[in-house]
């Protein structure tokens, strides 16, 4: 994927992904399509996977959840800023 490689490693990546953002940017791992990921999620959903369970395998399904962007951006440093408090 060519989202967040910078050319240096001198930049810096923040990033911030609040309430279901990331549900915007769906990247499933190589070996599944779009399709492919929605449909596992789906079929979880139907037979009673709670949001942690449905969290574990979307994290697992996916380049960009759970670090991966991170790990995908290669910046010299990655600060993430996450929160949904009302201020």
């Keep these: 994927i060519k989202i967040g490689r910078p050319r240096r490693t001198k930049y810096v990546l923040f990033s911030s992904t609040v ?4 549900a915007l940017l769906p990247l499933p791992i190589d070996a599944l399509s779009l399709d ?8 979880l959903q139907s037979k009673g ?3 942690q369970e449905l969290n574990t395998v979307r994290q697992s399904i996916s380049q960009l959840k759970n ?4 790990r995908t951006a290669k ?3 990655v600060t993430g800023v996450s929160s ?3 201020i």
């Design 19 to 22: 309430g279901g953002g990331s």
């Design 36 to 43: 492919e990921k929605c449909r596992v999620i789906k079929l």
């Design 49 to 51: 996977a709670n949001i």
């Design 67 to 70: 670090g991966g962007l991170v």
């Design 75 to 77: 910046a010299h440093h």
């Design 84 to 86: 949904e408090c009302a």
